[in-house]
């Protein structure tokens, strides 16, 4: 679901770049956008902020980690190809790449904690919602690399773990809002006639 909500949010962006039929319901797809990106943002916290009471892709990648012994390796059987110590390290490169999105998941439980999913009372106004997010910017190619991580990591542990490709194909909403920015497109026109 967040991967198909990005792109969503990616396919507004990218039609109002090629017509402005869809600024006709501007608003609706300015708020629905809006709405996305904040929803967005929610489940990206979900994921990577470490909470002792929930599961996160940290935690997962720990335990992935901790499991994945030289015995474990060789009683399963799993990938004879490659050798425990490859295995291995290509799990401690999952934590050194989460460990590369440090910046971003704080800026993101801040913004979680104090907006997004509770209504802090530092956020009095406009100006201070504003401030909040200047001082924790989570910028749009941030966003994709913890969504593109956060199926990449799963992927590759189970793929290390159990000799396992799983796949997953996002979706592409760019041609069903092409279709509806040509019917905006006709509507116009017919009402000119």
Do not use: W
Not at 31 to 53: F, T
Not at 129 to 138: A, E, G, Q, S, T
Not at 150 to 170: C, D, G, K, L, Q
């Amino acid at each position: 679901m967040l991967q198909n909500t990005f792109s969503a949010i990616e396919a507004v962006s990218e039609i109002c770049q090629q017509t402005s039929a869809l600024g006709t319901y501007g608003d609706y797809f300015a708020y629905s956008q809006n709405v996305m990106i904040s929803e967005v943002q929610l489940q990206l916290a979900k994921l990577y902020v470490v909470d002792r009471d929930s599961h996160s892709l940290p935690e997962i990648i720990k335990t992935a980690n901790s499991l994945f012994t030289e015995k474990y390796h060789q009683s399963t059987g799993y990938n004879p190809h490659k050798s425990y110590q490859e295995l291995k390290e290509l799990l401690a490169d999952l934590e050194r790449q989460l460990e590369g999105f440090a910046t971003t998941i704080r800026n993101l439980k801040k913004l979680r904690n104090k907006d997004l999913a509770h209504l802090d009372k530092s956020i009095r106004d406009v100006v201070s919602r504003n401030k909040l997010i200047v001082n924790n910017p989570v910028f749009l190619k941030e966003v994709k690399e913890l969504i593109d991580f956060s199926f990449e990591a799963p992927s590759r542990i189970i793929e290390i773990m159990f000799n396992v490709a799983p796949t997953f194909r996002p979706r592409d909403y760019v041609d069903e809002l092409q279709m509806i920015a040509r019917a905006i497109e006709k509507q116009e026109n017919d009402e000119l006639r």
